[in-house]
């Protein structure tokens, strides 16, 4: 008898059998193919976790789940305002974004004293915060183009957006991603427009306190001819006649009145401190930063230690530090 003619001879037992019976005799089978399927089964799932964990990026290295937008922040200073950037990194290093990627990086020319080749040398290794153009010293000259003419060669890569901010400014962070997160990720121009009264930001330019381009704008400063024809003159102003002759910016925003100038410090551009600030500009002596953090209470995640003791105070006798 040959295998076909014994197949169909226990083929044909097997069906002549009870149902009962014909369970009980499969159940044998049906075990043993179960138990094979579950040790391949738990042979692919420990080989799927061995490849996970030595290929597959951890939440350590993994962007944060919660970032929708880069942002580069240029503070426009001098090399030799040592105090100012100490600072200044004093008070954006206590800040953050949950919802942005935020860096901070002062800008300045060339250096030209050999102290400042030394001292800021030490600056880069500690904090690599610093952006040295290749440019002399200048106001209304060229350092503005410069600044984001320069970006899309120097940097190790792109942002969302870019900011010009003054070193005579204090910007809140948190508030300034969620304004943004808003706007267009193209052919933006963000700040506060002037004069003063208007609301209108597609007339005249934005403040110099504070203004912020995308990166298709500021790779746009590189290539196009309008702006390096017309790079002499009041710089924040130049920025905007550029966009206007090159029909740019068709995206464009005023975060009035979140960003203004110290009170009574500038006319019509300042008014009293806001709980939803931006930005405050024109911070030209201790007592005004002063009153600025202390309104913003930006100590106040400060914790009990037994290492130190500060009290009220103390913090009076520094209102003219």
Same mark, same amino acid.
């Given at each position: 008898m040959n295998f076909t003619s014994k197949v169909f001879v226990h083929l044909n037992i097997y069906l002549k059998m009870p149902r009962r019976r014909r369970i009980l005799a499969t159940l044998p089978s049906l075990a043993i193919i179960i138990i094979i399927a579950f040790i391949l089964f738990n042979i692919y799932v420990k080989s799927q976790s061995k490849f996970t964990s030595n290929n597959a990026p =951890?939440?350590?290295d993994s962007p944060h789940p919660q970032i929708q937008f880069s942002l580069l922040i240029g503070i426009l200073t001098r090399a030799d305002f040592y105090d100012r950037r100490h600072f200044l990194r004093l008070v954006y290093g206590i800040q953050s974004s949950p919802i942005a990627k935020i860096d901070v990086k002062f800008v300045?020319?060339? !250096? =030209?004293?050999?102290?400042q080749r030394t001292l800021i040398s030490l600056e880069i290794l500690r904090y690599n915060d610093i952006i040295i153009l290749n440019c002399s010293e200048n106001m209304n000259n060229g350092k503005t183009f410069t600044y984001f003419s320069s970006l899309s060669k120097i940097l190790p890569h792109r942002y969302d957006y870019v900011m010009k901010a003054d070193d005579d400014v204090y910007l809140r962070l948190a508030p300034l991603a969620l304004s943004l997160s808003v706007q267009p990720r193209s052919d933006l121009y963000y700040g506060f427009v002037i004069p003063c009264p208007s609301m209108n930001p597609f007339v005249h330019y934005m403040s110099g306190m504070g203004? #912020?381009?995308? $990166?298709? !704008? #500021?790779? $746009?400063?590189?290539e196009s001819e309008i702006p390096k024809k017309d790079i002499i003159g009041p710089e924040d102003r130049l920025v905007g006649k550029w966009l206007n002759m090159g029909n740019k910016a068709r995206n464009r925003f005023s975060s009035k009145p979140?960003?203004?100038d110290y009170p009574g410090t500038n006319g019509r551009c300042s008014h009293d401190l806001i709980p939803d600030t931006i930005a405050v500009h024109r911070l030209k002596r201790w007592d005004q930063w002063l009153n600025v953090l202390t309104y913003f209470n930006v =100590?106040?995640?400060?914790?009990q230690s037994k290492l130190y003791t500060i009290g009220l105070h !103390?913090?009076?006798d520094l209102k003219f530090f």
């Amino acid at each position: 008898m040959n295998f076909t003619s014994k197949v169909f001879v226990h083929l044909n037992i097997y069906l002549k059998m009870p149902r009962r019976r014909r369970i009980l005799a499969t159940l044998p089978s049906l075990a043993i193919i179960i138990i094979i399927a579950f040790i391949l089964f738990n042979i692919y799932v420990k080989s799927q976790s061995k490849f996970t964990s030595n290929n597959a990026p =951890t939440l350590c290295d993994s962007p944060h789940p919660q970032i929708q937008f880069s942002l580069l922040i240029g503070i426009l200073t001098r090399a030799d305002f040592y105090d100012r950037r100490h600072f200044l990194r004093l008070v954006y290093g206590i800040q953050s974004s949950p919802i942005a990627k935020i860096d901070v990086k002062f800008v300045f020319c060339n !250096l =030209t004293k050999p102290e400042q080749r030394t001292l800021i040398s030490l600056e880069i290794l500690r904090y690599n915060d610093i952006i040295i153009l290749n440019c002399s010293e200048n106001m209304n000259n060229g350092k503005t183009f410069t600044y984001f003419s320069s970006l899309s060669k120097i940097l190790p890569h792109r942002y969302d957006y870019v900011m010009k901010a003054d070193d005579d400014v204090y910007l809140r962070l948190a508030p300034l991603a969620l304004s943004l997160s808003v706007q267009p990720r193209s052919d933006l121009y963000y700040g506060f427009v002037i004069p003063c009264p208007s609301m209108n930001p597609f007339v005249h330019y934005m403040s110099g306190m504070g203004f #912020v381009l995308s $990166w298709d !704008l #500021v790779e $746009w400063i590189k290539e196009s001819e309008i702006p390096k024809k017309d790079i002499i003159g009041p710089e924040d102003r130049l920025v905007g006649k550029w966009l206007n002759m090159g029909n740019k910016a068709r995206n464009r925003f005023s975060s009035k009145p979140a960003m203004y100038d110290y009170p009574g410090t500038n006319g019509r551009c300042s008014h009293d401190l806001i709980p939803d600030t931006i930005a405050v500009h024109r911070l030209k002596r201790w007592d005004q930063w002063l009153n600025v953090l202390t309104y913003f209470n930006v =100590t106040g995640q400060l914790q009990q230690s037994k290492l130190y003791t500060i009290g009220l105070h !103390l913090q009076q006798d520094l209102k003219f530090f």
